[in-house]
C-alpha cells in the first residue's frame, strides 16, 4: 500500500484519451464532460490505490468514467457501479464494448455491471466466490450530493461491502479555502443544477475510524480552481 504514494503517475491527457475511445458516440455534451473530467479531477492520483486484480464497487459512478477508466487499463477483474441517474447508467451500459485495445478479446475483458439505484437502497454485492466484499469501495465527488443526514450511513455502507484488508477510495470538494468552495458550489449549480452538502473531512475520517477503517494516505489537490480532499482507508482485519 505505501508503494501507491510512490507509484509513476498517468498524465491527465493519457486519462483523456483512454476515455475519448470509451464514449465515441452519444450526446455531445455528455462526451465532452467525460473526456475533459480528468483535466479537472486527478483520477491519476487515485488509480495507485487500487490493487491489480481488484473487484471494486463504485458508489455513485454517473456515466461509469472511473470503471470504464480501470477496466481498459486492465487493473480490475471486475466491477460494479450505481448511479441514481437513468441517463447516467444508461449510458454507462451503452459503452461496455467500446474503447477496448485489440489484445482484449471480449472473453478477457474485466466484468462490469452498472445499476440504476439511489445511494440511500441496499447496495451490491460482490460477485461469487468473493471472500468478505469487495477489495475496493470507490466514493468519488459523491458525498455533497448525499443530503447530510443520509452522509454518514454512507461510509457505513462502504465499510460494510468491504472484506476485511480492502480500500475505501474517498474523493470529494474541498471546503477550504472559501474561493475554491465557492467555485465547486457554482459548477454543481451550473451542471447539476443542485445546491451542494459540503461534508466536513473530519466527519468522514470520524465515521471511517468508527467503522474499524484505518487512514492510510491523505492528501489535497488542486485543479484549475477545483479543490479535492483525498483520502483513502484499509478495513482492519476483524472489522464487522
Known amino acids: 500500500m505505501k508503494s501507491a504514494e510512490n507509484a509513476e503517475l498517468l498524465s491527465a491527457r493519457a486519462i483523456s484519451s483512454v476515455i475519448r475511445g470509451v464514449y465515441p458516440t452519444g450526446p455531445r455534451l455528455f462526451r465532452l464532460l467525460q473526456v475533459y473530467r480528468p483535466r479537472i479531477c486527478p483520477f491519476e492520483r487515485l488509480l495507485p490505490w487500487v490493487p491489480k486484480g481488484s473487484e471494486i464497487l463504485d458508489v455513485g459512478c ?47 475483458r474485466p466484468g462490469l455491471r452498472f445499476e440504476h439505484l439511489d445511494v440511500r437502497a441496499d447496495w451490491p454485492a460482490p460477485g461469487a466466490g468473493a471472500s468478505g466484499g469487495f477489495d475496493v469501495v470507490s466514493i468519488i465527488d459523491v458525498m455533497h450530493h448525499v443530503p447530510r443526514v443520509a452522509q454518514r450511513s454512507v461510509i457505513e455502507r462502504a465499510a460494510h461491502r468491504l472484506r476485511p484488508g480492502g480500500v475505501l477510495i474517498y474523493k470529494d470538494m474541498c471546503r477550504r479555502p472559501i474561493w475554491r468552495a465557492t467555485m465547486n458550489r457554482l459548477h454543481d449549480l451550473v451542471m447539476a443544477k443542485q445546491w451542494i452538502n459540503y461534508c466536513p473531512i473530519e466527519e468522514v475520517e470520524a465515521w471511517a475510524g468508527q467503522m474499524g477503517l484505518v487512514r492510510r494516505h491523505a492528501s489535497t489537490h488542486n485543479r484549475l480552481w477545483y479543490g479535492h480532499e483525498l483520502r483513502v482507508f484499509v478495513k482492519a482485519e476483524g472489522a464487522a
Do not use: M, Y
Not at 64 to 69: K, Q, V
Not at 71 to 82: E, P
Open 62 to 108: 454517473g456515466g461509469g468514467l472511473w470503471l470504464h477508466l480501470l477496466a481498459r487499463l486492465g487493473v480490475i477483474r471486475s466491477g460494479v457501479g450505481f448511479d441514481s441517474s437513468h441517463e447516467a447508467i444508461a449510458l454507462a451500459n451503452g459503452a461496455l464494448n467500446t474503447g477496448w485495445k485489440p489484445d482484449q478479446p471480449a472473453e478477457h
